[in-house]
């Protein structure tokens, strides 16, 4: 079974640093993109930022200059490193990929991780 077992969140102040970890288990054959997302109380998850095997990257505009996503494809890992942290920023962070296993394409998602930026 395919397990994404996230690390990294915490409790910084304004102007702080952070650095998310995602690391995939399981019967993985092939992985296409790896992303996190966020979500605070009341709103929808949202795409902070994503990366595809062939190297495409995006991110949500609020977070461009400030985080940046990487990836250890020998360890299926995905980072997130997370620079001049807001309080905007406070919100679960969950990391999602998109997975071949033994028979099919799967999405999976992280547990959540909390990150809050403090004034």
């Known amino acids: 079974q395919v397990r994404l077992v996230e690390s990294g969140g915490g409790m910084v102040q304004t102007g702080g640093s952070l650095r998310l970890s995602c690391a995939a288990s399981g019967p993985i054959y092939d992985i296409q993109r790896m992303g996190w997302y966020r979500q605070t109380p009341g709103k929808q998850r949202e795409l902070v930022a994503q990366?595809?095997?062939?190297?495409?990257?995006i991110y949500q505009d609020s977070v461009k200059g400030r985080f940046t996503i990487s990836r250890d494809s020998a360890k299926n890992t995905v980072y997130l490193q997370m620079n001049s942290l807001t309080p905007e920023d406070t919100a679960v962070y969950y990391c999602?990929?998109?997975?071949?296993?033994?028979?099919?394409?799967?999405?999976?998602w992280g547990q959540g991780t909390q990150v809050t930026v403090s004034s």
């Open positions: 999602n990929m998109r997975i071949r296993g033994i028979v099919h394409w799967s999405d999976y």
């Open positions: 990366q595809t095997t062939g190297g495409s990257t």
